[in-house]
Structures are given as structure tokens and as C-alpha cells.
């Protein structure tokens, strides 16, 4: 489909190019995610806990200060997918962490 195509979109009643129906659709879907003072976080960004927290099913706790490096930003606003040495699919939540400027 080529951008002379005109394409319907439900919501908002009117036709347009698929590029720019595919371009609103992303811009909903997208979530924003904030960090426990505020900040916006985005993919790739760096963070540092704020408080102890203890790693189920690792056998290990996390202290105040670690910095966790590129976070990725899932569905759900309160989450973030990370890693961390020896942990895989480590997810925590918005709450806990702030941003690393």
C-alpha cells in the first residue's frame, strides 16, 4: 500500500494516508512511565534504586543506590524490564527507582 492509498480511521472519522493512521495508533499506544519523583522515563535510560529491595527467586537484595543500566519500558505504566549481572528478566516497578541524569 503506497501513500496514494487512502485508508479509513474509526476514531477520529476521517481518511488519511496508512502512514499517518500508523503514526496516531503508535502515539496511543505508547505509555508514559514515571519514576518515583516525577521523571519521564523513556528505553535506554539509567536508574538507581531508591530503597532496598530484595530479589524473589534470586536469593539476593538490591541496596539503595544500584545503578541499573538501559532500562526498557513495557506495557504496564508502573514497570520496567532490566538487567542486572546474573539476573535475567528482572522487572521492577516505576516506583522504586529515579533516574540517573
Known amino acids: 500500500m503506497s501513500d496514494d492509498d487512502y485508508v479509513y480511521d474509526d476514531a477520529s472519522g476521517e ?3 496508512p502512514s499517518e493512521l ?3 495508533q503508535a502515539a496511543v499506544k505508547r505509555t508514559e512511565v514515571r519514576d518515583s519523583v516525577g521523571n519521564l522515563l523513556a528505553d535506554g ?4 534504586l531508591i530503597k532496598d529491595l ?3 527467586g534470586a536469593g539476593q537484595t538490591f541496596k539503595r543506590g544500584t545503578l541499573i ?3 526498557r519500558l513495557t506495557s504496564d505504566s508502573q514497570e520496567i524490564d532490566c538487567r542486572y549481572e546474573g539476573i535475567k528478566g528482572l522487572v521492577l516497578r516505576a516506583e522504586f527507582v529515579r533516574k540517573r541524569t
Open 54 to 56: 530484595e530479589v524473589k
Open 45 to 48: 535510560d539509567q536508574v538507581t
Open 22 to 24: 500508523a503514526s496516531r
Open 15 to 17: 481518511w488519511m494516508p
Open 69 to 71: 543500566k538501559s532500562i
